[in-house]
Every structure is written in structure tokens, then in C-alpha cells.
């Protein structure tokens, strides 16, 4: 029996020695779980024993996403884990009643497992972190802001498409959304639909969208590796949701090397940084496109995200696992 079968073996029986509490569901799915998804497989390739929802005698770490989870069963799970030594890590969402425009419930739901349950805490953005307190849930001192990073093998620069700079062809727009609710930024995307020069612009609507385009292209979702390949064909990306903590479509379209043109909501001016412009209402947005085209290489060189390698090392502190062992 190979050496990675009986680990799987041991982890089963015995838990394994960081346990990650969250549904993990094949993609396409959310941006919660790709992160994810890429962060247990950065941890599994360095050697550390990860699992999901799996807490055994023999696990020393949790890390429990959000809300998606039964918090019953949890409590249940952790009711001894200081005399188990076990580290927990709570990643917060949200606040969901921000992006949802309602289920605060929820969020103090959240709360009050992160209260009883985490010795850490991570919210994906300081935009997030400020947001909860400004509705009155103060995580207190031992949370952190980590972002969200992507799975380099896959979302990656190379092999993409050259810009056309001596206007051989139509500039190439994309947007991408898992999720149909309105508030991913459907009023935009229909006013751009109407109003923008198709002459001059292509447009692409990657994934689930409440809307019915004339003028922009829309492809359902697709796994992955598709949509990577699907994003280095394109040139600049747009996201217009509305208060997004830490959107993990805006860092994927980021890592294939698009500049992006971002509504000025949530997370989002933390992650673009100087890669990109943003806007507060969509008759911004044809001005700033001709600008991103215009300087379009500087902005694409100011692209600036950090590693999966870089996000696993802080959360490896958290866990108080040494990230060189």
C-alpha cells in the first residue's frame, strides 16, 4: 500500500490533522469555494494532512468557513477542544446582509459561533472587517484581513491573447459571476448592453446572470480551466457587483492578466489597487474604458495580487503550524 493511501486511511479513521469545515463542491461554483479549493490544495502539496468536515482524535486545527456549515454539529465537535488542543480559524463572509441586501440574522448568527467557537478570525478584506462593525459585530483583537489568492497552475497570464493596439480588432469586455442575484451588478451590465459602442467593444457574460442581453454574449458556466481559458481571450475585465468583500471572479480575471474596470463597492478597490479604474454609476464607465484602452499596458504591469503560496503561509501562522517545517 502506497505511502498517500494510507494517509487517506488514517485521516478517515482518525481525522485529519487540519480539518476544513465547509461543503466543497466540483467547480463551477462560488468564489468561497475556489478559494477554498485552492488552499487545501496548496497545503495537501506541501505535505500537511488536510481534510473536510472531519474532526477526529487525532486533529489539531480547524478552519470553518462562514456560515456554510451545521453549527450544531460543530459545537458538538469542539465542545472539548481546549483540553484536545485544538486552533481554530473562523473565516468570516460578508456581511451577507451587505451583499444580499438582507439575512443580518445570519450575520449575527456568524457572530455568535465565532464568539463562542474561534481563537482567530479572517476577514477576506478590510472593507469587510469595517463593514461588521459598523453594524455592531466587533470581532475583537484577534482578527486578521487575509485575502483571497487563486490556484496559480490554472489561473495564470500565459498563453494569452496580444492586446490590439493598432485597432486590428474589436476590444474584447468580460464579466463572470457564479452567483444570479441582481446585486452582482445586473443594472450595470443592462445599461452597458444598451448604451456601449459594440463597434468598438465586445462584450462576454460568463456565468449565471438574471438578465436578458441583445448585445452582450452570454456562456453558462464552465469548469475551472475553461473559464481561465476563456478570460486570457479576453482583454479587460468588468465587475459592478455591489459590496463584494473579496470577489474571487475579480482575483481570477486579475491572475490571467486583465486590467478591470470595478464599481467602487466592497473589496474590490483593495484588490485592483492600480490595476485598473473604478466607477459609481454605469454612464462612468464608456470614458473609463477608453482610458483603460488607451494605457492599457501600464495598468496591466500594475497588476498586483498575492500568491496562494503567500495566503497558505498566513494562515499557517494563525493555525500556529510552521509554514518552512
Known sequence: MTLPALR?????????????????KRPPYGGGNQFLLALKNELAGRGIDVGARRIGPRTRHVLFNSFNFDMDWLRAQ?????????????????????????????????????????????FQSRYSMEEHRRIGLDFGDNAHVIMNAVNAAIFHPNGRIPFPHDGSRKIRLVATSWSP???????????????????????????????????????????????????RQQDIYITASLNDPCSNALTEALACGMPALYRKSGGHPEIVKQAGLGFDDASEVPALLNELVEKHDRFQAAIDIPTIGTIADQYLELFRIDPTA
Do not use: C, M
Open 8 to 24: 487517506s486511511i488514517r485521516s478517515a479513521l482518525f481525522g485529519p490533522h487540519l480539518s476544513f469545515v465547509h461543503e466543497f
Open 78 to 122: 469542539l465542545a472539548d477542544k481546549s483540553s484536545r488542543g485544538i486552533h481554530t480559524v473562523h473565516r468570516v463572509d460578508g456581511p451577507i446582509s451587505a451583499y444580499r441586501g438582507k439575512d443580518i440574522e445570519i450575520d449575527r448568527k456568524i457572530f455568535e459561533i465565532n464568539r463562542d467557537l474561534a481563537d482567530a478570525t479572517v
Open 181 to 231: 442575484n441582481r446585486r452582482k451588478g445586473a443594472d450595470v451590465y443592462e445599461w452597458l448592453d444598451a448604451e456601449l459602442d459594440f463597434t468598438a467593444f465586445e462584450f462576454t457574460f460568463i456565468g449565471n446572470t438574471p438578465s436578458t442581453f441583445r448585445n452582450i454574449e452570454v456562456v453558462p458556466p464552465v469548469p475551472s480551466e475553461q473559464l481561465a481559458d476563456l478570460l
